[in-house]
């Protein structure tokens, strides 16, 4: 593909339409200063015709070095946008005429030992990069330009920066992609945008129309797009399995839209692909949101909706109705979730491996029990800031769930030493466990803990009061243990 657009360049002999500032890093932005440019108008206009394949440039500071006479300058036209300049270009001609220009070229060319690798060599060199920086290759030399929209190379689109203009990026992008399918790309899987704050419903529209193949997709801070972009993506990218749309303050549900519902015969139903969902910080979710979501996403393995305010038992009532197959659930900071929610989370049974419900202050000892009970081969376990859990809920959670791994108790003020043993003599296998601010813990409990768990790798003690013998005894126990403290004795 590259190769057929480097040959129309070179018979053309004209100029392109840039890229430029759509694809920039945000580290290009810089204050500089408006400078001057040699090329007459007459070439200004040329270079800014535009032709099927776009020019792959950046938005670049100012080059002070450039040459200022007639004879030195390209037919590059600069324009100062806010405080970058933006290079409208073509890639370099083929033949060059001047004798004294051509005999430099040659002399470089021989002595950039990058041009000795081979075509896939660089190719490969060039899978490491963004995507802003493999536009900026794009730019060196003809070669480099056919090289670097190579279609193994574009499988992948990442934009990052918020002054970005992502959504015309994405149209210049999708657009260049689409020439060998036309209005489809169909190489493209992933799409990651997080961060780009000027990112709207048009650069989501324009995924979804030319993406049928996307699979991955993450808009986590891109708090202006809407329902109804979500709504479209998923409806035109039917294999889409990773969805992050955190902080994305105005999506409250994820659904079909109604015209591909209609679409859809009774025997598929009305069901979305998707099997990672990260929800965090989407405020306005409320039960019913919830509700639909898991009406049409019932292939949910990874559900993520830390600080969702809204969500109570009722949500997570639907949840289970539908998405049976969750394997990591977070819930934390959800106020109003308790332990008859907690029941519902249950009826995974050992399916669940991941549970967070940090700072879930309805949470008690009965909550525990239910997780314990049936979820016996949860791997990791997130309780931090439940002060109803005490001693009696961690004896429940040793004997049940033995193959235990990950656990935070911090801020449970009612964990003594006494839930503390009762992990230590059956869940052997513990690597992680973090008892910060818990003020019931003293150097016996760690030296227990120690004593039998020696593959702990990291321990937070931080705000308990704990001797430094007990650290000592524990960091000889424990070679491997990283202990985080605040007790300015032990080094």
């Not at 018979?11 to 290009?28: L, Y």
């Not at 990026?169 to 945008?193: F, G, S, W, Y």
């Not at 050992?350 to 000892?365: G, V």
Request: proline share 4%; glycine share 6%; charged share 20%.
């Amino acid at each position: 593909m590259g190769a057929n657009n480097g040959k129309r360049y070179g018979s053309d002999d004209k100029g392109s339409s840039s890229i430029s500032s759509d694809v920039s890093s945000s580290t290009d932005h810089t204050p500089t200063k408006t400078q001057k440019n040699a090329a007459t108008s007459e070439d200004s206009d040329l270079s800014l015709r535009t032709l099927s394949t776009p020019s792959p440039a950046l938005i670049c500071p100012p080059n002070p070095h450039r040459l200022q006479n007639g004879k030195g300058s390209s037919t590059s036209s600069s324009s100062v946008t806010g405080e970058t300049i933006a290079m409208v270009h073509s890639p370099p001609p083929t033949h060059l005429t001047h004798p004294l220009i051509r005999s430099a070229s040659r002399l470089q060319k021989e002595q950039a030992n990058i041009d000795r690798l081979p075509d896939p060599a660089v190719i490969q060199i060039f899978s490491f990069l963004p995507t802003n920086q493999l536009c900026r290759c794009a730019r060196v030399c003809r070669r480099w330009y056919n090289l670097a929209w190579d279609p193994r190379l574009w499988r992948t689109i990442r934009l990052t920066g918020e002054t970005i203009h992502v959504d015309r990026a994405l149209k210049v992008l999708t657009r260049r992609l689409c020439q060998d399918t036309p209005n489809v790309c169909l190489m493209l899987e992933t799409v990651i945008v997080s961060g780009c704050r000027r990112l709207t419903d048009r650069g989501l529209y324009t995924i979804a129309q030319c993406c049928p193949e996307l699979r991955q997709l993450e808009v986590s801070g891109c708090y202006n797009i809407s329902n109804e972009a979500v709504f479209d993506v998923v409806s035109l990218c039917p294999n889409l399995e990773y969805l992050d749309v955190s902080g994305c303050s105005k999506v409250t549900c994820i659904s079909l839209t109604r015209e591909a519902s209609i679409k859809l015969s009774p025997l598929h139903g009305k069901q979305i692909s998707i099997r990672y969902l990260d929800m965090s910080d989407c405020f306005v979710l409320e039960d019913e949101g919830l509700h639909t979501i898991a009406a049409h996403c019932t292939q949910l393995t990874h559900l993520y909706l830390r600080r969702c305010i809204r969500i109570t038992d009722e949500g997570l009532r639907y949840l289970m109705i539908y998405c049976t197959s969750i394997r990591e659930l977070s819930v934390s900071d959800c106020r109003f979730v308790s332990d008859f929610g907690m029941r519902e989370i249950a009826k995974l049974e050992s399916r669940l491996r991941y549970l967070s419900i940090a700072h879930c202050a309805r949470i008690t000892d009965v909550g525990i029990r239910y997780i314990t009970k049936y979820c016996g081969k949860l791997r990791y376990l997130n309780a931090r800031g439940c002060e109803g859990i005490t001693d009696h809920g961690m004896e429940y959670l040793a004997k049940n769930c033995t193959k235990l791994k990950s656990l935070d108790i911090g801020k449970c003020p009612l964990v003594s030493n006494i839930g503390l043993e009762f992990l230590a003599l059956n869940c052997f296998n513990l690597k992680r466990l973090s008892l910060k601010s818990c003020e019931s813990i003293t150097g016996h409990g760690l030296q227990i803990v120690a004593a039998n768990c020696f593959d702990l790798q990291m321990l937070n003690v931080q705000d308990c009061e704990i001797s430094v013998e007990a650290l000592r005894f524990v960091k000889r126990h424990c070679k491997r243990c990283i202990i985080e403290h605040t007790n300015p004795a032990f080094f």
